[in-house]
T-cell receptor, first 111, second 115 residues
Framework: GQNIDQPTEMTATEGAIVQINCTYQ??????LFWYQQHAGEAPTFLSY????GLEEKGRFSSFLSRSKGYSYLLLKELQMKDSASYLC????????????FGTGTLLAVQP | DADVTQTPRNRITKTGKRIMLECSQT?????MYWYRQDPGLGLQLIYY???????NKGEISDGYSVSRQAQAKFSLSLESAIPNQTALYFC??????????????FGPGTRLTVL
């Protein structure tokens, strides 16, 4: 089966860097997704990692270590609008089109 | 216009009532999904459909049914609503599975309250 573990909440300061961790267990790895979700809104896609290493997209980067069952999302130059939940999600069922989501990490960015 | 739309956006209903939530998409995707989200539990898959003739149960399908009327439309029904079905419901779509192109795109959500 699949299991995802993320911290429930984090707080960071505007302009700083924050790292949101996700550890997982899965019977067949097929990549890992990160989504951002503002309160009461739809989740939106941030990144997809299937190979080990760091992928950078502007202020957001995502890292994967398959051997350690570990990923993190790195947010740089934090802005107030980055206050949101960050969801780690794993595909399952032998393909990548069904996802199991972690419970999310609620990030609060303070002035 | 939004690519994935849901109606209604908010709904309050009573126990035992039948209710239908509708989802439409203009992305041209074959694959559509229904999720519910409860505080502290994350998103849970209710049903999914890979094309008009293909409907599959997700993790928590009991008490729900779906209809795929067309490639662009996927409806979720609660035949007899109960209070623990109070939640935020999301529809999502994705393209045919090829790694990162399996990205799911979510609608704005329907907030359902069952009294």
């Amino acid at each position: 089966g699949q299991n995802i573990d993320q911290p429930t909440e984090m707080t960071a300061t505007e302009g700083a860097i924050v790292q949101i961790n996700c550890t997982y267990q899965t019977s067949g790895f097929n990549g890992l997704f990160w989504y951002q979700q503002h309160a009461g809104e739809a989740p939106t896609f941030l990144s997809y990692n299937v190979l080990d290493g760091l992928e950078e997209k502007g202020r957001f980067s995502s890292f994967l270590s398959r051997s350690k069952g570990y990923s993190y999302l790195l947010l740089k130059e934090l802005q107030m609008k980055d206050s949101a939940s960050y969801l780690c999600a794993l595909p399952y069922g032998g393909a990548t089109n069904k996802l199991i989501f972690g419970t999310g990490t609620l990030l609060a960015v303070q002035p | 216009d939004a690519d994935v739309t849901q109606t209604p956006r908010n709904r309050i209903t009573k126990t035992g009532k039948r209710i239908m939530l509708e989802c439409s998409q203009t992305k041209g995707h074959d694959r559509m999904y229904w999720y519910r989200q409860d505080p502290g539990l994350g998103l849970q898959l209710i049903y999914y459909s890979f094309d008009v003739k293909d409907i599959n149960k997700g993790e928590i399908s009991d008490g729900y049914s779906v209809s795929r009327q067309a490639q662009a439309k996927f409806s979720l029904s609660l035949e007899s609503a109960i209070p623990n079905q109070t939640a935020l419901y999301f529809c999502a779509t994705s393209d045919e599975g090829r790694g990162s192109t399996d990205t799911q795109y979510f609608g704005p959500g329907t907030r359902l309250t069952v009294l």
